[in-house]
């Protein structure tokens, strides 16, 4: 984005304080600057010049005057002049004067602009409406008529850009003077020359007002064009700016009718619209330039076509470079190039541009910038060298010096194809057919050779049978649908994409081949020669378009752009509601519609006339006024359409106006995109396939900021990645401290939703801002976006603190294997040691996945018993009884010179001498014993009998009595030995007590031999007793110890639990119990 002149650079003098010295400076400038003599000018060709006394004596007449006289000068007089470095690069003249209205009885100010001049290479920068703006006086600046309210400016200039710097900068975003001022006046009568004559005093304007007859708007045009009176005749005296005037088609706010530009093909309509003028400098030689434009009248990359001779114009000139503009030829970036001859150059729809070299390197731009990625296609393109290449929205296909094609179906993943192979014959021309247009869904390409056509995909190399060839240019359909052949003999057909139907013929009767052939749309086809464009309609029908230099032509999705050094147009066929609102003697609903404003705006009965004609059909009128304004370029027809829009809705009862709320919203954007400083001339159609979104991005590239802003905004849309490119572009090109600029990014983000700092930290990484990216980073509240930028930027102490404190064990797992491999061993230890989340990771990790690293950090932090017990466990993983063993003493040598670990040192002492009894149990008595702790060895030998074998395991190992009596209790159970356990039951004392047999036996289901322990259970009371002896079954038992206790309230209880023989034993000792008491 342009930079505004500061303040500081413009001067601003008054009346007598012009002196001649400024005005031949002035004059200087004017002569070099200001233009070329029109083809009616007396000198054509010819560059414009006015010495100082010419322009004294037109522009500033009374400044010759002495002191006197000048108190009774008519008028006032203001040079404001830019400097920079002591150069002018520009000035602005004004005059002012009174303008008495007699009919109203009141007097008004005039402000008109004389000359306005800017340096070629400073234009584009905002200093034409600075300048005017110092034209713009302040009441108490004082003229001396005072200031009753309301001042009129008036500029005559052949330059849209002259007359919008003009509207800018007075305030007047939408008028200068014209005909509704002249009304609000009630001057509908007056004329134009009755204005400019009360300048009488200004030779200029004097002879200005002499060539003016009638009114400012001729009255005999029904569509509001300027009176021919006002585009001054080529006059010798004032010259040069009559002589510019003419030149041109001077309008002022009011336009011509739509149909002015129409030209009727067939029964289709096309039309011309003009974009921007002045488009590029007269020294930029275009026919030696080779251009690609995007795709939604995007940007255009110009590249120097390397097999034509240039014009030297210096060592700064010989520098290869790919310079992208606007539509309206503003320089967006000029991109040096220094990779050999470019054989492709093109756009995606995403604007990324693509350029590809001879031996089939491929640079992707992003985003407008110098930025790019690299690939190769390969296939060969190294040995045989890329011909030509042919682009469509996100792909392309390169044709290779032996005729094989490759294709390359996406950019951010590309992945080059070799397609089939076609005939090695010489190529005269060839096209494809994107994708998502060919039956086969994969990419077609059209091959013109010899007198046919081959159509050549992924799998085959069809000849489509042709014998009138050879084709010089081939071009296909927006829609794939369509083809169109120039022939050898100067025809152009039009044949159905399977070359079935050949559709029309037309012949150009030209010798010379064009040298360029693109759709317009889908139903018409664009010649190019040097200096011509053609359109061939349908039926064959044509018209001719010829400029006055060399013209190029760029395709989009329903028009054709064209590019001269003086203008940029958009060629199109006519919209169907456009026709339908303008089209000559239309009885439409909608043209009656928009009739019935007009009439309302002359207060005219016949409005309501009309109104009443469609009263039927007023909601289909209104309908398509809305949409025909979408259409519509020029402002003044867009607003004519609206307003007819919103009278025809007034008049409706009930009408839905959300379609006509959208479409001033749309149009509203699309104006704004459209002005010349931003250079996106998109049509209606254009902004629908793009979608909103991508034209904020759009406008992002072109660092747009504030307009992006404004439009999201405007739209509803979301505004973070807007906020996070301007960081990201502040943070490249910025030459402020590192913390000037993070503090200047973080003040403007505070608040904003939606913020990657992440971005903008890999912005700051990739320009080699280590510290900033890091800082921005501590603003980025999502993990998972911080620390993989961090472990990219080698912060991995860092990254890895994120991680952690994120909670997140799957993004702290991602940080600890990303370090783990940069890392030697013991760094990485030490790392995570002090990090108790880090380290319990690591080491359920590595249980897992790689015990040698556990033995390494086990080693490295001095945590033996850790370490022994990670080699005991290996050893119970070995198969081998030998490598068991020798685990074991590894993990005993491990504990060896610890006195805290005595205990577990001499346990695993006696592994080795259990492993080899362990070993002879198994030749005795079968496999299962290598590997079982002591208690399950013993366990096991008394399962099976070994009740001897297992006494002398536990007599070497020092098994304490109570745990080889649980064994041994649990073994017999196991193998329900109930012989043994009644034998037990014998015996008078046990080191584990009684109970446990009792549990244990009852549990295994055997309730006799379970009664047997109870009365061994001495050391519980009665109550325990008994309820061991109901568990069993044995309620007299049970009676008998609560008896012996004289528990009669328990007798009582279970005598209700009783039934039967118990029952009456129950009875029995309760009757007992009670004889006693």
């Not at 002569?31 to 070329?36: A, C, K, P, R």
């Not at 005059?95 to 007097?107: N, P, Q």
């Not at 390197?361 to 011909?387: C, K, M, N, W």
Request: glycine share 6%.
């Amino acid at each position: 984005m342009a930079v505004p002149i500061p303040s500081e650079a413009f001067e601003v003098f008054d009346n007598n304080e012009i002196t001649r010295e400024k005005i031949e400076q002035v004059a200087t400038l004017f002569s070099q600057e200001y233009g070329i003599w029109g083809p009616k000018g007396p000198r054509p060709g010819k560059r414009i010049c006015m010495s100082a006394l010419k322009l004294e004596d037109q522009i500033f007449p009374e400044l010759s005057l002495d002191v006197d006289e000048q108190f009774e000068r008519a008028s006032e007089y203001r040079l404001v002049r830019s400097l920079m470095d002591g150069e002018i690069i520009g000035h602005a003249t004004a005059c002012y004067w009174k303008f008495v209205v007699e009919e109203l009885g009141i007097a008004i100010d005039i402000c008109w602009v004389t000359q306005l001049v800017v340096k070629k290479d400073w234009r584009g920068r905002g200093i034409a409406k600075q300048m005017l703006g110092k034209l713009n006086k302040e009441p108490e600046e004082g003229h001396r008529y005072g200031r009753p309210g309301r001042t009129y400016y008036g500029i005559l200039s052949s330059s849209p850009f002259a007359i919008m710097a003009a509207w800018r900068a007075f305030g007047q975003a939408d008028r200068m003077i014209e005909d509704s001022d002249l009304k609000w006046l009630a001057l509908e009568e007056c004329s134009a020359a009755k204005i400019l004559e009360s300048g009488s005093e200004i030779p200029y304007l004097q002879t200005a007002a002499s060539q003016l007859r009638g009114t400012v708007f001729d009255p005999s045009s029904e569509d509001g064009s300027l009176n021919p009176s006002l585009v001054l005749s080529h006059y010798t005296s004032p010259p040069e700016p009559q002589a510019r005037c003419a030149n041109d088609d001077i309008r002022l706010a009011t336009m011509s009718k739509p149909t002015a530009n129409w030209e009727k093909l067939s029964s289709s309509f096309y039309r011309k619209v003009p974009l921007y003028s002045s488009v590029f400098d007269s020294d930029l030689e275009l026919e030696n330039y080779a251009i690609a434009g995007a795709p939604y009248s995007g940007a255009i990359a110009f590249h120097r076509d390397e097999g034509k001779l240039h014009t030297y114009r210096g060592t700064q000139s010989a520098k290869a470079s790919i310079d992208v503009y606007s539509c309206a030829g503003k320089l967006i970036r000029r991109i040096n190039w220094d990779q050999g001859p470019i054989k492709g150059l093109g756009w995606s729809d995403e604007e990324q541009l693509l350029a590809v070299t001879e031996d089939g390197t491929v640079r992707v731009y992003e985003g407008l910038q110098a930025d790019f990625v690299p690939f190769s296609i390969g296939h060969g393109a190294e040995e045989h060298g890329v011909v030509s290449c042919r682009f469509w929205s996100n792909g392309f296909v390169a044709l290779l010096g032996n005729n094989n094609l490759v294709s390359v179906s996406r950019y951010d993943e590309p992945r080059p194809k070799l397609l089939a192979i076609p005939p090695d014959e010489p190529v005269a021309s060839w096209a494809l057919i994107p994708p998502a247009d060919s039956l086969s869904r994969s990419v077609e390409v059209l091959l013109a050779i010899g007198p046919t056509i081959y159509v050549v995909d992924a799998n085959e190399a069809e000849d489509r049978g042709l014998d009138t060839g050879p084709f010089q240019l081939i071009s296909v359909s927006p829609n794939g649908r369509f083809v169109a052949l120039y022939t050898g003999d100067g025809k152009v057909w039009v044949v159905s994409s399977d070359f079935q139907n050949r559709l029309s013929e037309y012949d150009t009767k030209s010798k010379t081949m064009p040298k360029d052939m693109q759709w317009c749309g889908n139903d018409s086809v664009v010649l190019a020669w040097e200096d011509e464009v053609r359109l061939i309609g349908p039926n064959g029908s044509a018209a001719t378009y010829v400029y006055d230099g060399w013209v190029h032509i760029i395709p989009d999705y329903d028009g054709i752009r064209l590019f001269t050094n003086e203008v940029c147009e958009f060629l199109q066929k006519v919209p169907d509601v456009t026709e339908e609102v303008f089209r000559l003697g239309s009885t439409a609903p909608a043209a009656i519609l928009l009739d019935a404003v007009d009439q309302l705006d002359k207060k005219s009965p016949k409005a309501d006339d009309d109104i009443q004609l469609i009263r039927n059909n007023l909601d289909e009128a209104v309908d398509t006024c809305v949409k025909a304004a979408g259409h519509e370029f020029s402002i003044h027809w867009q607003k004519q359409l609206l307003k007819g829009a919103s009278f025809g809705k007034s008049v409706l009862d009930l009408y839905n106006s959300d379609d006509f709320v959208d479409m001033c919203e749309t149009l509203r954007v699309l104006n704004a995109v459209r002005f010349y400083e931003v250079g996106l001339p998109l049509s209606y159609d254009q902004y629908i396939r793009l979608t909103p979104e991508r034209l904020i991005q759009r406008l992002i590239n072109r660092n747009e900021y504030l307009l992006a802003l404004r439009v999201s905004d405007y739209l509803r849309l979301p505004t973070d990645r807007i906020y996070v490119h301007w960081a990201s572009q502040k943070v490249r090109v910025s030459s402020d401290s590192e913390d000037a600029i993070c503090r200047a990014i973080v003040e403007k983000l505070d608040g904003k939703r939606g913020i990657s700092f992440e971005e903008i930290a890999r912005a700051a990484h990739d320009e080699g801002r280590q510290r900033l990216a890091t800082e921005l980073l501590n603003y980025e509240p999502r993990a998972g976006k911080q620390v993989p930028l961090l472990l990219s930027m080698k912060e991995d102490i860092i990254a890895l603190d994120k991680a952690i404190e994120s909670g997140d064990t799957d993004l702290v797992y991602f940080v600890l294997l990303s370090m783990k491999r940069k890392l030697p061993l013991p760094s990485f230890f030490r790392t995570i040691s002090s990090r108790p989340m880090a380290l319990s990771l690591v080491e359920s990790s590595a249980w897992a996945e790689d015990k040698d690293i556990l033995k390494d950090l086990y080693y490295q932090d001095d945590r033996r018993l850790d370490g022994s017990n990670l080699l005991l466990v290996e050893s119970l993983e070995q198969k081998d009884l030998q490598h068991r063993t020798d685990k074991v003493r590894s993990a005993t040598k491990l504990l060896a010179d610890s006195k805290e670990f005595t205990f577990q040192q001499k346990s695993l002492e006696e592994i080795p001498k259990l492993l080899k009894a362990q070993e002879i149990f198994e030749k005795d008595f079968g496999p299962g014993f290598i590997g079982l702790s002591i208690n399950e060895t013993i366990f096991k030998l008394i399962r099976q009998g070994a009740l001897k074998r297992a006494t002398k395991v536990q007599a070497d190992f020092r098994v304490p009595d109570r745990a080889f009596w649980y064994l041994r209790l649990r073994a017999y159970v196991a193998k329900r030995d109930w012989t043994e356990l009644e034998e037990l039951s014998k015996v008078k004392k046990s080191p584990i007590g009684w109970e446990p047999f009792f549990n244990e036996i009852l549990g295994a289901g055997n309730l006799r031999v379970a009664g047997l322990f109870v009365p061994k259970c001495t050391g519980l009371n009665y109550k325990e007793r008994a309820e061991m002896y109901i568990k069993v079954g044995m309620v007299p038992k049970a009676a008998e110890e609560m008896y012996k206790a004289k528990d009669l309230e328990g007798l009582q209880d279970l005598r209700t639990k009783a039934t039967g023989r118990e029952g009456t034993e129950v009875e029995r000792f309760i009757g007992l119990l009670q004889g006693k008491k």
